[in-house]
């Protein structure tokens, strides 16, 4: 079954890149400029995922997002220029399922789109095993082996996320975002600070490299 992705960007070259990289890895797509031509192609037809610039003309993708999610649930990933915080503030308040800053780099969208579309199929996961560890969400417990592991509540939240994007590169702010919320103005070191906490409770203890740093980046679970 064809996976399709509808593309709204009234920025030609960057549809048009879009678009190829998308297709060159098997997806179906179809590009749309305008704002409010890409509103009525999404509620017409049944799209596995939109990705939504913000600046468009005759109506904005966050107006095109608001208007979509009264009657529709289609995985939605924004596309913010880098100085609109409140873009990425409000798309998310109205459903966006994820976003990305542009200019972005394609691998990294390429991911995003996986998981968001993993989400989408797969409802989300109540637990999680990676060798000896397991993580059940619904119980918030965590062992390795036959050990508990206490954590606290922002640890676990911390992992989980880590978890639910499994060999995707997650920034700190991307981190601070999903675990702390928007009303944490604090500094980003926090999550730093959480990492640590966590691999004293997790990879020192059991002398495993779980939590990998991604230098310039931030941090990443691997899992084949
Ligand atoms: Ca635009």
């Known amino acids: 079954m064809d996976t399709e992705i509808l593309i709204v960007e009234d920025e030609q ?13 098997g997806y179906k797509t179809k590009c749309i400029a305008d704002g409010r031509e890409a509103l009525d192609e999404a509620l017409r037809k049944e799209y596995d995922l ?3 610039d913000v600046m468009l003309p005759s109506l904005n993708g966050i107006e095109v997002l608001r208007r979509l999610r009264q009657t529709k649930s289609t995985p939605v990933i924004i596309l913010t220029a880098r100085d609109q915080v409140m873009d990425k503030v409000s798309g998310l308040d109205l459903g966006a399922n994820d976003y990305m800053t ?5 691998e990294e969208l390429l991911a995003r789109i996986r998981v968001n579309l993993k989400k989408s199929l797969g409802g989300t996961k109540t637990s999680y095993t990676l060798g000896k560890l397991s993580v059940d969400i619904d119980a918030r417990k965590v062992t ?3 050990d508990l592991i206490d954590l606290t509540k922002k640890e676990f939240d911390l992992l989980v996320f ?15 975002d999903a675990v702390w919320g928007f009303d944490f103005y604090g500094n980003t070191n926090v999550v730093d600070v959480y990492i640590r906490y966590l691999r004293a409770k997790i990879d020192n203890v059991y002398k495993i490299d779980l939590i990998e740093t991604v230098r310039g980046s931030g941090y990443i679970i691997r899992q084949d």
């Open 13 to 25: 070259k960057i549809a048009r890149f879009v678009s190829l990289e998308l297709e060159h890895e």
């Open 162 to 176: 880590l978890l639910e994007n499994k060999n995707v590169v997650i920034t700190r702010e991307k981190a601070l």
């Open 102 to 106: 542009k200019p972005f780099a394609i």
């Open 144 to 146: 390795y082996g036959d």
């Open 50 to 52: 939109i990705i939504l």
